[in-house]
């Protein structure tokens, strides 16, 4: 699956539910979300380690990995319509990015080894309401996610007066399922919702843009993948029409 045919379809499904809300139909609430991204992405931390350890034994001594795929922040757009009761058709779909960088500047010369990260996910799921006290409610989420990601992987090679400059598109799509739990306060149609969720997802080797059978592979021989199993903690404002 390409990430066109991902975003085509978070897109679709989240137009369904904007278009539920319609003149007739249930009230939609739609949020905007600013999250706090702690994923594994344990394949890139191994592949780079490997990748730091073999420039240093070609020649660059010094070569140190300055940016190993931190934790990042991300923003979501989600849009949400009352099935029955205390539970909602919930949608959403966000974007985030992080990346990586190997480095050595001397008087010789300069080793830069760039990989730049960003994925965009789609869900949809549902959320219940077990908790509600005036404007304050516990809220639980359940999301089928679906992921695509993509890296651009750029490499500088300057020796004296000599240069040599390369970069590649590697991208891939996964899946995974999201439990979620939040804290909200609504006033009118206004809400403040702060959310923490967990993420489980598949790690499918990264590939050309233009190839899905030429896989990344590390030094050591094992595929590489964008591995986004792991934890968001986030704030939305929302508004209920």
């Known amino acids: ?22 003149p007739g139909a249930a009230q939609t609430t739609v949020r905007i979300r600013g999250s706090f991204n702690r994923y594994s992405l344990r394949a890139l931390h191994v592949a780079q380690q490997r990748t ?15 940016d190993t795929f931190p934790d990042h922040t991300g923003v979501q757009i989600e849009a949400l319509v009352p099935l029955s009761g205390a539970v909602s058709l919930i949608g959403s779909i966000g974007y985030g990015s992080t990346g990586g960088r190997i480095h050595q500047l001397d008087y010789s010369g300069e080793l830069r080894l760039d990989q730049r990260l960003s994925h965009w996910s789609g869900s949809t799921g549902i959320e219940a309401v077990p908790l509600k006290q005036g404007p304050h409610s516990i809220r639980l989420t359940l999301s089928l996610v679906a992921l695509a990601t993509s890296m651009k992987d750029e490499s500088l090679i300057r020796v004296l007066d000599e240069s040599h400059q390369e970069t590649t598109k590697l991208i891939s799509s996964d899946a995974g399922i999201e439990v979620g739990a939040a804290y ?56 209920t029409f």
């Open 1 to 22: 699956m390409s990430i066109r045919t991902t975003l085509t379809l978070a897109l679709a499904g989240i137009g369904c539910i904007l278009m539920a809300s319609a």
């Open 52 to 66: 730091e350890a073999d420039a240093q034994t070609a020649g660059f001594r010094y070569a140190k990995a300055v």
């Open 184 to 239: 909200q306060i609504s006033v009118g149609p206004v809400s403040l919702n702060a959310r923490g969720a967990l993420l489980a997802a598949t790690g499918r080797p990264l590939h050309l843009s233009d190839n899905d059978k030429a896989q990344l592979y590390d030094s050591g021989g094992d595929p590489v993948g964008a591995n986004w199993s792991g934890s968001r903690l986030s704030i939305g404002m929302g508004y």
